[in-house]
């Protein structure tokens, strides 16, 4: 069985940084792709991240980008997702989801067949 946990979520002030981590059990697929997600109340789901293996290349939405850093520790089988500068329109939930292929997408839709993690919460005042 495949298994997504995440951690590292919390409450920071604005500008604040915090490092979320994914540890992913069960999964076997040499090829991956990995991506965050984050759900903001009373929006829909929308992908920050995905890193990929090939060649570890990496994603991010225009929102997230020079701020947040993805990457993925094989041997431990986590994934981190780096968030620095925090802001208050970063508060969510923040999901991650790995599926067998190295495609990445940012579009839910298009990460079709993924597995996923309950979720974290990260809060950021102003």
């Known amino acids: 069985e495949v298994q997504l946990v995440e951690s590292g979520g919390g409450s920071v002030q604005t500008g604040e940084s915090l490092r979320l981590s994914c540890t992913i059990s069960?999964?076997?697929?040499?090829?991956?792709?990995i991506a965050w997600f984050r759900q903001a109340p009373g929006k829909e789901r929308e992908g920050v991240s995905c890193i990929s293996s090939r060649n570890n290349e990496t994603y991010y939405d225009y929102s997230v980008k020079g701020r947040f850093t993805i990457s993925s520790d094989n041997t431990e089988n986590t994934s981190y997702l780096q968030m620095n500068s925090l802001k208050p329109e970063d508060t969510a939930v923040y999901y991650c989801?790995?599926?067998?292929?190295?495609?990445?997408?940012?579009?839910?839709?298009?990460?079709?067949?993924?597995?996923w993690g309950q979720g974290t919460q990260v809060t950021v005042s102003s």
């Open positions: 989801a790995v599926r067998g292929t190295r495609r990445c997408y940012l579009a839910e839709r298009k990460f079709a067949g993924a597995y």
């Open positions: 069960g999964f076997t697929s040499d090829e991956f792709a």
